[in-house]
């Protein structure tokens, strides 16, 4: 722990800090942050940080370490001078007092950081966390068994085991499990006897192409992408509010199965797309429309924390890319590390500060708003220019109403209701018009507002977007309001085999992370992909 000075203490540092975090912290978020914190800084002091205590505020240094008597903080919570009384919504107990006292006579030990006991170091050898290698194939006794590779180590596994391989299945067992598995249908008549009275030596390999070419293989293996990315048509949770236009995200993604996209690409368009250039606008469409990835899911729209409420929409980002790319859980660490887990809490608020930097909700507030993109085309634009020229009609009706209403007022008005220039203010004009008049004002300037207010019905998707670029500070034990070091943005120190990327203060980083988790030579995105392929086709 470190202490503001080397004030003399009677207690060890280790002690200091456990009564820190089990006292003083406690009362100085719950009594002094909320003024003297992050969001507000009155008499410019701010008190949630060793730094900024020893910097001080207007009056100077905060606390004198080892000096009660000479600390500003001491003298204002005593309030033994009526124009330095904090904090001012009522004194603190006697008890809370002693305490103050008792922490700036120990040197006012302040530790910002996950405590070193708590800290180790991240073996990075694990073999999850090594480049992929090709291994070498195995012998096995029954070399005529072996078709390919993957069967020689299916085989291996059984001969040590002591076990044969099933007999082969027949052609229309064949048929059945391999259009159930790439359709989810089962094969029509027509099918089996098609494929059961097939001769060809191909013929298996053509059935595979023509089940792969279908839109029904799409339909059935984006249903298991969109389980992983938690896809639901509303928000679930307590309000289980509705997405209107969920299913653009579903329909994108049974489309990109059966264009055959390259995964590579289909994890970058949904963690950037928003970022990527564009040939046309519907391949705009196609990348914002991806985005809706980390748009969905479960997100809380009620809560009355703001600031917990963004840190709770980043931690669900955050765990759902590590679980969905990585095979990971990532959110423990937001409130602690832990002894097994290779992710710190430095790591999560590195990562917390790509997706606070991403706009997610339009506004958090009461029942917060998700954030549509506006999908670019003829039809957008050709909606927008009507509302525009409706509102542009709207606003020019209200100022001739309004001009016309004034010159019968104004007569009305007369010399005792003048201005400094000489001419009646327009509150003392409209309260010389007519009852009628002043309805008609009104009802003009109702319709206005409603019509500003509800906008043009623009095509769109959920989805994100850039938001102002930030870097979090580690929030002690998960809480927004106890605050460490600000931790700059960046992927988790454990992957050592990719470069790690370059983040700038020009975007959010959405974009470097999902090229970092693209790449070729990642540890974890490749291997995690082929075990759900290989589960969702043989269990």
Known sequence: ALALSQA????????????????????????????????????????????????????????????????????????????????????????????????????????????????????????????????????????????????????????????????????????????????????????????????????????????????????????????????????????????????????????????????????????????????????????????GFLGLGPKVLAEVDEAKMRMDIVDEQIETVGRVFLGMTLGCARCHDHKFDPISTADYYALAGVFKSTLTMDQYTKVAKWHENVLPSDESRAVQAEFDRQLKSKQQQLEEFIAQANEKAREAAGAESKDAAGEPTQEQLEAKYSDETKAALKKLRDELATFQKAGPELPSAIGVTEDKVIDVAVHIRGNPLKLGDVVSRQVPSVFQSVERPTFTAEQSGRRELATWLADSRHPLTARVIVNRVWRWHFG
């Open 8 to 291: 003399p203490s009677a207690a060890s540092d280790a002690e200091q800090s456990r009564f820190f975090e089990t006292t003083i912290r406690p009362l100085l978020v719950d009594k002094c942050f909320k003024c003297h914190g992050a969001q507000k800084q009155w008499a410019s002091l701010r008190l949630d940080s060793r730094a900024a205590i020893q910097t001080g505020g207007d009056s100077g240094p905060a606390v004198v370490p080892g000096q009660p008597d000479g600390s500003l903080l001491i003298q204002a919570v005593k309030q033994l001078d009526d124009e330095l009384k904090m904090p001012p919504d009522g004194k603190l107990t006697d008890q809370q007092i002693a305490d103050l006292v008792r922490w700036v006579e120990g040197g006012a030990v302040f530790p910002e950081t996950v405590p070193a006991a708590r800290q180790r170091t991240r073996d990075p050898n694990h073999w999850a966390f090594q480049p992929r290698h090709t291994p070498a194939i195995p012998e096995v006794r029954d070399t005529v068994w072996s078709r390919n590779a993957v069967d020689r180590f299916i085989l291996s596994r059984l001969e040590l085991a002591g076990l044969a391989p099933a007999p082969e299945a027949d052609r229309l067992s064949l048929l059945r499990r391999v259009t159930f598995d790439l359709t989810g249908l089962p094969p029509t008549p027509v099918d089996v006897e098609a494929f059961t009275t097939e001769s060809r030596p191909d013929a298996y390999d053509q059935l595979v192409e023509r089940l792969l070419a279908s839109p029904a293989y799409g339909e059935r293996w984006g249903r298991h992408w969109l389980d992983v990315a938690r896809y639901a048509d509303s928000n679930g949770l307590d309000e289980n509010v509705a997405h209107g236009n969920a299913w653009r995200y579903r329909d994108w993604v049974v489309s990109q199965f059966n264009a055959d996209q390259r995964f590579d690409q289909f994890l970058v368009e949904q963690l950037a797309g928003d970022l990527l250039p564009f040939a046309t606008e519907a391949e705009r469409q196609s990348h914002l429309i991806a985005t």
